[in-house]
């Protein structure tokens, strides 16, 4: 099944949705819709719980992802997993995917029409996983979910019965240690979404 550009998204999604996590898995890993696939080792689907409570949207797979196809195996994965023991979540309590599946060249941002493309997967995950909350890392992520919409960092709002809120990517407390601090700051603010 290709992802029918031009056709109504919503009835794609529900399409690829109904159909399940096998099928959908099974339609990333073949599709070919954009440059980035041919580049990619793996593309980068999912971890975690099929009923999370709580999903965290990244960017895009890097280096470790792309050979492991697990989304946040690397450097990035070791800070969300301190923030997400920070957040006090277990582990059948959160799901991890990215806006885009397949690694872009030397980590380079997504462009526009590769999020676009790859976006129709990332509803029909958010349909299945369905989550009480979305924690956006950052603000491809944002542009993934939100498309022309903006969010203020740690300001949740409620969209399709979800409550959605952006906080920094993870890579962020790598680069700018000052963001950690920051970083719990939004969390606390945002506890009691999850607790
Ligand atoms: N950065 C992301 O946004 N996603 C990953 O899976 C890894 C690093």
Known sequence: MGKA?????????????AAGFGNLEETILQCADCALREGATNPVIMKGSRTPRVLFIG???GKTEDMTGIPFSGRAGKKLDEMIGYMGLSAEDYAVI???????????????????????????????????????????AE??????????WGVPKV???MNIVKI???AAMIYQRSRIEEQKALIDKNRHLWE
């Open 168 to 170: 920094y990517h993870p």
């Open 98 to 140: 990215n806006a885009v599946k397949c690694r872009p060249p030397k980590n380079r941002k997504p462009l526009k029409s590769e999020i676009e493309l790859c976006r129709p997967f990332l509803l029909a995950q958010i349909r299945m996983l369905d989550p009480e909350v979305i924690i956006l890392l950052g603000n491809t």
């Open 159 to 161: 969209s399709g019965g």
């Open 59 to 61: 960017e895009a797979p």
């Open 143 to 152: 542009e993934a979910f939100c498309r022309n919409k903006k969010l203020e």
């Open 5 to 17: 550009q031009g056709t109504d998204i919503s009835a794609v999604v529900e399409e690829m949705a």
